[in-house]
């Protein structure tokens, strides 16, 4: 009889045991529900996320487009053909379309403040143009190593195969791994600098490895971050600030009749109808005379030699070309140029480049042609300066970095819009997103406060 109540109690233990078993085996499985659930939760959010960054994303690259649009609106309809938009005349910083915002990285000519971005479009004609700079001209930019490199970058361009004096032809670049030949011919973009011989990363974008002409953190703190710098508290920028492949003048004026070539003798008796055409018989006999038979070699040559006024010649100056072709590159736009850029051109040089762009600065009104430059320059450096100037510019660069909503989706990307023509047409365009963030902290703080703010 004492046997029942020993069993009833192992039952009872074996059914607790059970009962625990299976409450263990439950909690187990909430765990594992509740992980799945907690892991599928992360999956969304993070999709969600990420679609949110796409879409965001996609908002700027519909308004850099939109950007594109706008600037060739604005450049076709400047005051006047061939004449920069004034700055104040055109949106270029933090300019709102929708949820989407975007920027004009441009370059400071005064340089006030190489800490914090300027903004604005590049003018392409205020530098030298690699495929018609001379090697002296080359040789009298500030930057460290020039004189090795320059001979290599005219063998590049060149259509022969001699080999200059520190120069370089195929027999040096088909030893390279990979192999590949000298181009001898025109360089298509400053990128293609890369494959000259000596021109290495360094020389070609100085110590601004983002490319948006500020001193960033990362550009001034010697090797702790790169690119490699030497933490002088001074941005030193490569080949790329001033050189282009890109300027460029047609032969054609706006109503498309063809420009008057002025180069060599007689150029008084081919500009004799167009002067005519703007100041009368009169006027135009008196300049005439000044001319004589004078073997014109630049505008501004022939500016000075008529003795017209600088109203007069603005007037008359899109009407005249030193070319036969029916387009001249690499002429320097005396108005926009920067003072490193002007030293390289012969007749200025270093001594006469500060004093042309003080002048420029004190005298805003007067920059509507060349004609000013003979009020600086004594006139035998003017004769020598003038075959390598213009007043105009026809190629800008506008390097539109945008975010989407919520100051998200950063993309940047670099257009070249060439005006020669009457519409204004992209000529190049490449993808810069890569290079990360080139707005500056202060933009960075001010998207990060709206996004704050708006995800209260």
Not at 122 to 130: A, F, H, I, T
Not at 137 to 147: Q, S, T
Not at 253 to 271: E, L, S
Not at 303 to 328: C, H, K, V, Y
Request: proline fraction near 4%.
């Amino acid at each position: 009889m004492k046997a029942v109540p020993l069993f009833r109690s192992m039952v009872a233990e074996n059914r607790r045991q059970a009962e625990g078993s299976v409450l263990v085996i439950v909690l187990w499985i909430s765990l594992g529900l509740v992980s799945l659930a907690i892991y599928f939760a992360q999956t969304t959010s993070l999709a969600l996320k990420a679609s949110d960054q796409r879409l965001a994303g996609l908002e700027a690259e519909r308004v850099m487009e939109g950007a594109t649009r706008y600037l060739s609106y604005v450049l076709a309809n400047t005051e006047q053909h061939g004449v920069p938009p004034l700055i104040q005349n055109y949106l270029r910083d933090a300019v709102g379309v929708g949820d989407a915002t975007f920027w004009l990285v441009g370059r400071d000519p005064q340089q006030v403040n190489p800490n914090a971005p300027y903004f604005g479009l590049v003018d392409e004609s205020s530098k030298l143009n690699l495929n018609t700079a001379t090697q002296e001209m080359l040789e009298l930019l500030p930057i460290p190593g020039i004189n090795e490199v320059a001979s290599a970058i005219l063998d590049w361009r060149d259509a022969d195969s001699e080999v200059r004096t520190g120069g370089a032809e195929d027999e040096t670049y088909l030893r390279l791994n990979p192999p590949y030949r000298c181009k001898n011919g025109n360089f298509e973009t400053i990128d293609e600098l890369r494959q000259v011989k000596g021109v290495a990363m360094e020389m070609l974008y100085g110590e601004d490895a983002n490319r948006n002409g500020v001193l960033d953190p990362n550009e001034n703190d010697g090797d702790a971050t790169p690119p490699s710098d030497n933490r002088d508290g001074r941005l030193d920028p490569g080949l790329v600030e001033y050189l282009t492949a890109f300027s460029r003048e047609s032969n054609l004026t706006t109503n498309g009749t063809q420009r008057v070539n002025m180069v060599g003798a007689g150029a008084a008796r081919r500009a004799a109808t167009v002067l005519q055409q703007k100041f009368g018989a009169a006027r135009s006999n008196e300049i005439l005379a000044r001319l004589g038979n004078a073997n014109v070699q630049s505008v501004l040559e022939f500016f000075i030699r008529s003795q017209m006024t600088a109203d007069e010649f603005a007037q008359i100056g899109p009407e005249l070309t030193m070319s036969n072709g029916s387009s001249q590159a690499g002429l320097v736009n005396v108005n926009t140029a920067s003072e490193a850029v002007l030293a390289c051109i012969p007749g200025i040089g270093v001594n006469n480049a500060p004093q042309l762009v003080s002048y420029r600065l004190s005298n805003p009104d007067k920059l509507t042609s060349v004609a000013w430059v003979a009020e600086v320059l004594d006139r035998a450096s003017a004769f020598r300066a003038g075959p390598y100037l213009t007043g105009y510019s026809y190629q800008y660069t506008a390097d539109i970095s945008a975010t989407g909503r919520l100051g998200r989706g950063y993309r940047r990307w670099q257009v070249v819009l060439d005006t020669t023509e009457t519409v204004p047409r992209v000529i190049y365009q490449r993808d810069l997103s890569y290079l990360g963030w080139a707005l500056g902290q202060q933009v960075r703080t001010q998207q990060q406060q709206q996004l704050a703010r708006m995800t209260r």
